[in-house]
């Protein structure tokens, strides 16, 4: 399986960018998704995750009422729309593809990563 993200680049804070992570692989459907950030000099952390159908998501407290996720499994993608930047959201935005039935907050659960893509939220 491999993962294309996409949609990064520059916003005024509180501006909006959809991020999208495209899917190759007849399996898709099946695996949980989720979506991590990295900031210069800190960890990976996660952000969102969404399971299979898009029944059950998880937010970090950070973005919760600003970021949405969602997937359509018949184009293999899984979305970010992401409201109400702040400038502390600047970071790589990664899309994983999860072990796990349930979308977790933890790296080590995700097999499968994409080159991640850069959003820079200008003060």
């Known amino acids: 399986v491999q993962l294309q993200a996409s949609g990064g680049g520059l916003v005024q804070a509180g501006g909006s960018l959809r991020l999208s992570c495209a899917a190759s692989?007849?399996?898709?459907?099946?695996?949980?998704m989720g979506w991590f950030r990295q900031a210069p000099g800190k960890e990976r952390e996660f952000v969102v995750g969404?399971?299979?159908?898009?029944?059950?998501?998880s937010y970090a407290d950070s973005v919760k009422g600003r970021f949405t996720i969602s997937r359509d499994n018949t184009k293999n993608t899984v979305y970010l729309q992401m409201n109400s930047l702040k400038p502390e959201d600047t970071a790589v935005y990664y899309c994983a593809i999860s072990g796990s039935y349930y979308p977790g907050e933890n790296t080590d659960e995700y097999v499968y990563w994409g080159q991640g893509t850069l959003v820079t939220v200008s003060s």
């Open positions: 692989g007849r399996t898709f459907s099946r695996y949980s």
């Open positions: 969404i399971n299979w159908n898009g029944g059950r998501t």
